[in-house]
Every structure is written in structure tokens, then in C-alpha cells.
């Protein structure tokens, strides 16, 4: 079992860059790269705003911040991850995308090192297709923040060896999360796989005249003792990332039960959704 002491995270967005955040403060060294240096230097903006709060609260000290951030190398050479004992992709959920980073990832990383993905919903079979490694190949899917959710899904692919997936265990635990595994590669995982429905149904609710986005969130919240309701977690998520993921299921299941619902297109459709502008579901009313 190879010792990691160095995590490469290839992908500076909110996802890439909390894990890159996570790791940091858990003590391993951190190769982060990403197409552009101005994703990285946003990224290393968003830890040190992230780490401030903890200062402030008292659960960190400025010197264990610019310690953590001291981890962290940033990079726009995919090469440079041939030092990563492990790499987690974390770029768009673009399959393509995704086979691409796999197979340049392949060529540069040593024998023996596990590439995993922090897809969402996306077949980890077909990724590591892309490499002449699929048995170390698997998902990792880490959830929004990255360093304050508690849950890390191992999926296995279909040729993912056992040892990968413990090795991938015993990382989410050094990491301080808690892991479940996915045993069989399936759309959507565990969580996504029971949430997009709820989401759907939501969605229709508002369509059909049944209730509010308020009291439906509002309901959702006090009856079944959820953090958020489903609109304020789709707008916390990215409205687009739902659809995306709804259409995908659509499509792996050959069920037109999981298409987008006609409100939730209208309002991808109009670019009305993103952190930047604040538009989601509410701001559509």
C-alpha cells in the first residue's frame, strides 16, 4: 500500500480548491493545478477567506493558517502532478473532459498511483476507460464544502480493485471525513441517486400550483428535519449542476421520469441561475 504524503487535486473551482483546503489542513503536501492562473489565485482567495473565519472563531491560529496555505503549490502544467502520490480530478462534469485529464493523467503519474474523481453522478467505468490502470481508478466524491461535509462516497468502477478502495477509505479517514462505498457503478451514487428525485418533485409541486417554493422548503425543513429545503439547496448548488445531472440520469436509465422539469429548463435556459449573480429559483419568481 503506497504511502501518500502528497495529494494532487487537478481543478481550482469551488470543489478543487476546498479539497485542496482540506488536505492542507489535515497535513499532506498539495500540487493544485488548473488551465489558468487566475482560477488558482481565486481558489487560494477563497481558503485564506475560509481559514480567516477559523482564526477569528478561534480554531486556528494565523501561524496554522500560513501554515496549511504553505502546503500548497499551485500550477498550470498538468506534468508537474508526476510528484502527486495521488491525484483527485475535480474539473467540470463534462465526460469528456473528464476521459481527457484521465489519459493525460495516465501518461504522467507514477506506477502504482490512484486517480480518483469527485464526479457527482458520472460512470467512473467510462473514466478509467480512458487509462491503462482502471483498477486504480475510482471515484472520490468529496461534497460542497468539501471542508465541513462529513461524507466522502468511494465508487468503484467495474475493474477497481479492493485495494484501491481501502486505500481511498483510509485517505477519507486521515482526511477526517467519514466514507460509504458505492459498490456498484451506478448513476448518481448513493446521495445524488435519492436526492434528484426529491428535487424533481419538488420542482413539479411549484409547477402544478401545489405549494410555494417557501413552504415547500419550509415543509421539507420541519417535517423531515432537513438542513436546507430542496430550492435553497438547488440554489446553493447551481440550479445548472441539477439539470445537468437530471439530463444524464435520463439518459444512463433510459427513464424519462428523470428529465428536467419544464420550470427548472426556463430558467437554465435564461441564464438566470450562478453564485455571481445570486439568481436561482427564488429570483425567478
Do not use: C, W
Amino acid at each position: 500500500m503506497m504511502t501518500i504524503q502528497t495529494i494532487g487535486v487537478v481543478g481550482a473551482g469551488s470543489m478543487g480548491a476546498g479539497i485542496a483546503n482540506l488536505a492542507a489542513m489535515n497535513g499532506f503536501n498539495v500540487i493544485l493545478s488548473d488551465i489558468e492562473e487566475r482560477f488558482l489565485e481565486g481558489a487560494l482567495s477563497r481558503m485564506n477567506k475560509f481559514m480567516e473565519k477559523s482564526v477569528a472563531r478561534g480554531k486556528m491560529t494565523e501561524d496554522q493558517k500560513q501554515e496549511n496555505l504553505g502546503r500548497i503549490q499551485t500550477t498550470t502544467h498538468l506534468e508537474d502532478m508526476k510528484d502527486a502520490d495521488i491525484v483527485i480530478e475535480a474539473v467540470l462534469e463534462d465526460l469528456d473532459l473528464k476521459r481527457n485529464v484521465f489519459s493525460q493523467l495516465d501518461k504522467i503519474v507514477r506506477e502504482g498511483v490512484i486517480l480518483a474523481t469527485n464526479t457527482s453522478s458520472m460512470s467512473i467505468t467510462e473514466i478509467a476507460a480512458a487509462t491503462n490502470r482502471p483498477e486504480l481508478v475510482a471515484g472520490m466524491h468529496f461534497f460542497n464544502p468539501a471542508q465541513l461535509m462529513r461524507l466522502v462516497e468511494v465508487v468503484r468502477g467495474y475493474k477497481t480493485s479492493d485495494e484501491t478502495v481501502q486505500q481511498l477509505k483510509a485517505l477519507s479517514s486521515k482526511l477526517s471525513k467519514e466514507s460509504v462505498e458505492v459498490k456498484k457503478d451506478s448513476p448518481g451514487f448513493i446521495v445524488n441517486r435519492i436526492m434528484t428525485p426529491q428535487f424533481i418533485e419538488a420542482i413539479k409541486l411549484v409547477q402544478e400550483g401545489v405549494a410555494s417554493y417557501e413552504d415547500i422548503d419550509k415543509a421539507v425543513k420541519l417535517g423531515l428535519n432537513y438542513p436546507m429545503g430542496p430550492f435553497e439547496l438547488q440554489d446553493f448548488a447551481g440550479v445548472d449542476i441539477g439539470y445537468h445531472v437530471m439530463e444524464y440520469f435520463k439518459d444512463e436509465f433510459n427513464d424519462n421520469y428523470f428529465a428536467p422539469p419544464q420550470l427548472l429548463k426556463q430558467i437554465v435556459r435564461a441564464g438566470r441561475y450562478g453564485k455571481k449573480t445570486g439568481a436561482g429559483f427564488y429570483d425567478y419568481e
